[in-house]
C-alpha cells in the first residue's frame, strides 16, 4: 500500500460501510458512497456518518418491535397473552 493509494467509501444495502480500492471494481451488493481519498480521509468520513453499527434489517426489526409493544402498553393490552386461566 502507498501513501498515494486512492480509495472509495462504499456501502452496502445494509448501510454498512467499509473501504475499496479506487479503479477496481466494486464487489456485488455494494455501491460508492461518492466519497473518494486516501485511507485516512476515508475513513474519518466513515467514522461520522457510520453512528450505528447494526445492520439496517436489525435497527428495522427493533422499531417495529418497539412501535408494537407502544401500540399494545397504549391500547391496555397485555404485553404477552396467556392461556386464559388463572394460575
Known sequence: ?????????????????SLWWSGRDLPAGWHAAGVEGTREECLAHIG???????PLSLRRRMAAAASG???????????????????
Open 69 to 87: 409493544a407502544a401500540d399494545g402498553a397504549a391500547s391496555g393490552a397485555p404485553a404477552e397473552a396467556g392461556s386464559g386461566s388463572p394460575a
Open 48 to 54: 461520522e456518518v457510520w453512528t450505528d453499527m447494526r
Open 1 to 17: 500500500m502507498t501513501e498515494n493509494e486512492r480509495f472509495l467509501v462504499v456501502r452496502n444495502d445494509e448501510e454498512q460501510y
